[in-house]
Structure formats: C-alpha cells, structure tokens
C-alpha cells in the first residue's frame, strides 16, 4: 500500500494549475479555505441534523433526556474513553471516503491525513463526477442514515450511538457544501481533480 499519511492538506501548486488549465480544466467556483468552507456549510449542518434526527424518530424518540440532560441541571463529561471515541469516529468518517477512491491502494497520489479542524482524504487522481459524489456522501449516508436504520431495526440504538451518529451527520455537512457545488458546476460525463484546496473539471 502507498498511501500516504499527512498533518496538512498539501499545497496549492501553480505549475499544476498551469497544466491543468493548458489541457482544459476548468476551476470549480468553491471557498476559498477551509474557514469559509465550514461557515457556509453551517446551514447544511442543520438539515443534515434534521435529517437524522427524523431517521432516528422512525425507532426512538428524540429529546434530551436520553442523553441525561434536562432543565434543572446539565453536566458534560469529558473523558479519555470519549476522546478515543470521537477519535475512532473521524478515522471511520475519512476511510469511508477513501475506500471509494479507485485504485487507492496503488495511488501515489492520494493521501489521508488529520489536521486541527478534522480529518481529510486528498487524491490527485483523475476521478468521474459520479463516482466523486459517491466519495463524498458516503461517511454521511452509511453512518447518519444506513447505520441509523439497521442499529434502530435491531433495536440497538442507544444514547451514545446517537451522539456519535449525529455528530457525524453535523461533520458531514462540509461534504454536502462539496456535493451541491459538483451538482450544480459539473457537466455529466465530466472527472474531477484537485490540487491543494482548489477542484478543477474537465
């Protein structure tokens, strides 16, 4: 396996900007950094929450006392077992979107990494507007939705679980920003490829 692990998105490169353009990549219109990327997505975060939470509603009722809130008095709790915890649920939450990247196991150009603001999957691959939605919704629709439904079938959703699926859903909310701008700029048929926090179609 070549993949590589960074502590960084990798940079911008203006001599691979140059070349992409000189073959007729077009730059997706997207924010400009991460920050930006996250205060816009602030809304998808509310309806990607909404729609979980209606999900979860179909097995158990929502409210806040099954997490052991209520209005006389709340406590928060924070120990090393949940820090793993929230851990385990980023690495989950990115390997989701890397399995789906073909070939990922070969590519010298595709990396997962951790920063301060979470985790991330970068590749430099070639990869069709179809198969990049699916890269990335998956983490959403498999854990806040899939997961979700098969946990509530069996009856095994408990107040943890929950946490752990609606705090993905909100950290989704990001690739939902990514998925309506692909949806809305990128022709059928067209690839994708990155290069730093630039996306480019062709």
């Given at each position: 396996?070549?993949?590589?692990?960074?502590?960084?998105?990798?940079?911008?490169?203006?001599?691979?900007?140059?070349?992409?353009?000189?073959?007729?990549?077009?730059?997706?219109?997207?924010?400009?950094n991460?920050?930006?990327?996250?205060?816009?997505?602030?809304?998808?975060?509310a309806?990607?929450?909404?729609?979980?939470?209606?999900?979860?509603?179909?097995?158990?009722?929502?409210?806040l006392?099954?997490?052991?809130?209520?209005?006389?008095?709340?406590?928060?709790?924070?120990?090393?077992?949940a820090i793993?915890?929230?851990?385990?649920?980023?690495a989950i939450?990115?390997?989701l979107?890397l399995?789906?990247?073909?070939?990922?196991?070969?590519?010298?150009?595709?990396?997962?990494?951790?920063?301060?603001?979470?985790?991330?999957?970068?590749?430099?691959e070639n990869?069709s507007?179809m198969?990049?939605?699916?890269?990335?919704?998956?983490?959403f629709?498999?854990?806040?939705i899939?997961?979700?439904?098969?946990?509530?079938?069996?009856?095994?959703?408990?107040?943890?679980?929950?946490?752990?699926?609606?705090?993905?859903s909100?950290?989704?909310?990001?690739?939902?920003?990514?998925?309506i701008?692909?949806?809305?700029?990128?022709?059928?048929?067209?690839?994708?490829?990155v290069?730093?926090?630039?996306?480019?179609?062709?």
């Amino acid at each position: 396996m070549t993949i590589k692990i960074k502590y960084k998105i990798p940079e911008f490169s203006s001599e691979r900007h140059s070349q992409l353009l000189g073959v007729h990549w077009t730059v997706l219109r997207e924010p400009k950094n991460l920050f930006s990327a996250i205060m816009l997505s602030i809304p998808l975060m509310a309806i990607n929450l909404f729609i979980t939470l209606v999900t979860i509603n179909l097995f158990i009722p929502i409210s806040l006392s099954i997490f052991g809130i209520n209005t006389a008095a709340i406590s928060i709790n924070i120990n090393f077992g949940a820090i793993t915890v929230l851990i385990a649920l980023v690495a989950i939450h990115e390997l989701l979107h890397l399995v789906f990247i073909p070939g990922f196991r070969r590519s010298d150009k595709t990396y997962i990494g951790i920063t301060y603001f979470g985790g991330f999957v970068y590749s430099e691959e070639n990869i069709s507007k179809m198969r990049y939605v699916l890269i990335t919704i998956a983490p959403f629709i498999i854990i806040s939705i899939l997961l979700t439904i098969v946990l509530g079938s069996l009856s095994l959703l408990t107040p943890n679980l929950i946490f752990l699926i609606l705090l993905n859903s909100m950290a989704s909310s990001v690739d939902i920003l990514t998925l309506i701008l692909i949806l809305y700029q990128v022709p059928s048929g067209s690839y994708i490829t990155v290069n730093g926090m630039k996306s480019y179609w062709k």
